[in-house]
Nanobody, 119 residues
Framework: HVQLVESGGGLVQPGGSLRLSCAVSGYTYSGYCMGWFRQAPEKERERVAR???????NYADSVKGRFTISQDYAKNTLYLQMNSLKPEDTGMYYC??????????????WGQGTQVTVS
């Protein structure tokens, strides 16, 4: 039974920063594929960042150079550091987990989301 709980969202000015956290329980995420997604109202969910089991990362072009995904394995926590935020970054952010990372971003476990508003 895997649970993911996001936190850290809020209202921030353009150019500001936020760090999102995703607490993972049920089992340790070491070796798992972990990802962040976001969704604006009436828009499709989009990929943001992914960390593979080997520690390598993937980022959406829109966030490269501004966002950083990381993990604290001791705390079973996934992070998304967001810098130089833009209004178009606004949305509900979700963390996700799966047993492996492939060519497609497929995840079996999802958190409830945390709202990020840049205005």
């Amino acid at each position: 039974h895997v649970q993911l709980v996001e936190s850290g969202g809020g209202l921030v000015q353009p150019g500001g920063s936020l760090r999102l956290s995703c607490a993972v329980s049920g089992y340790t995420y070491s070796g798992y594929c972990m990802g962040w997604f976001r969704q604006a109202p009436e828009k499709e969910r989009e990929r943001v960042a992914r960390m593979n089991g080997d520690g390598s990362t993937n980022y959406a072009d829109s966030v490269k150079g501004r966002f950083t995904i990381s993990q604290d394995y001791a705390k079973n926590t996934l992070y998304l550091q967001m810098n130089s935020l833009k209004p178009e970054d606004t949305g509900m952010y979700y963390c996700a987990a799966d047993g492996w990372c492939g060519g497609s971003w497929v995840f079996n476990y999802w958190g409830q989301g945390t709202q990020v508003t840049v205005s």
